[in-house]
């Protein structure tokens, strides 16, 4: 069955403290694994796609990482604004169908 | 380029009660796709459409349903309303199937 966990649940930095959140991913033909950021009360905010193991992207003060069972979602020097749930989802050979993780909520302190 | 919008923002219904909730596809994009979010959870997916057919459904139960309409635009019905069915509706459209998917702000759903 196509699963996905996230790691920590909740994460508490202070402003400028880097760190990284965790996807750890099982599914059958990876088609394509997503981060989104999502703000209470509002729908999820795409942030990346990843295709391959070995594939990174980055915007702005995050950067996505992809093994073959997991990716790493890196936080560099965050700030108060980047406080949100971070939510990894994998698109598996059925095609359509998103199978997201529970999510990782971020608190930066100023 | 318009985004997902999605209305009502907030609905209050009593058990039993049918919904219809609606949605509109960013400009561009042939697949939409709806999801359940209960407080503190990820996203659950409810079915797919694309090109106005049923393109996959997750574990829900018949008394949801669903539409897509020529202009891309979408609705979802629940019948029979539950208490556990409130949620967080979200709404999502893409380019093809295995395309990232575009979220709108989504539905609040009470069930009382």
């Known amino acids: 069955e196509d699963q996905v966990t996230q790691s920590p649940e909740a994460l508490r930095l202070q402003e400028g403290e880097s760190s990284s959140l965790n996807c750890s991913y099982t599914v059958s033909g990876l088609r394509g694994l997503f981060w989104y950021r999502q703000d209470p009360g509002k729908g999820p905010e795409f942030l990346f796609t990843?295709?391959?193991a070995g594939e990174e992207k980055e915007k702005e003060r995050l950067k996505a990482t992809l093994t073959k069972k997991e990716s790493f979602l890196h936080i560099t020097a965050p700030k108060p604004e980047d406080s949100a749930t971070y939510l990894c989802?994998?698109?598996?050979?059925?095609?359509?169908?998103?199978?997201f993780g529970q999510g990782t909520e971020l608190s930066v302190k100023p | 380029e318009t985004g997902v919008t999605q209305s009502p923002t907030h609905l209050i219904k009593t058990r039993g009660q049918q919904v219809t909730l609606r949605c509109s596809s960013q400009?561009?994009?042939?697949?939409v796709s709806w999801y359940q979010q209960a407080l503190g959870q990820g996203p659950q997916f409810i079915f797919q459409y694309y090109r106005e057919e049923e393109n996959g459904r997750g574990n829900f139960p018949p008394r949801f349903s669903g539409l897509q309409f020529p202009n891309y635009s979408s609705e979802l019905n629940v019948n029979a309303l539950e208490l556990d069915d409130s949620a967080l509706y979200l709404c999502?459209?893409?380019?093809?199937?295995?395309?990232?998917?575009?979220f709108g702000p989504g539905t609040r759903l009470t069930v009382l």
């Open positions: 990843l295709y391959s």
């Open positions: 989802a994998v698109l598996g050979e059925q095609g359509g169908k998103l199978i």
């Open positions: 999502a459209s893409g380019g093809r199937v295995s395309d990232t998917q575009y």
């Open positions: 400009s561009g994009h042939n697949t």
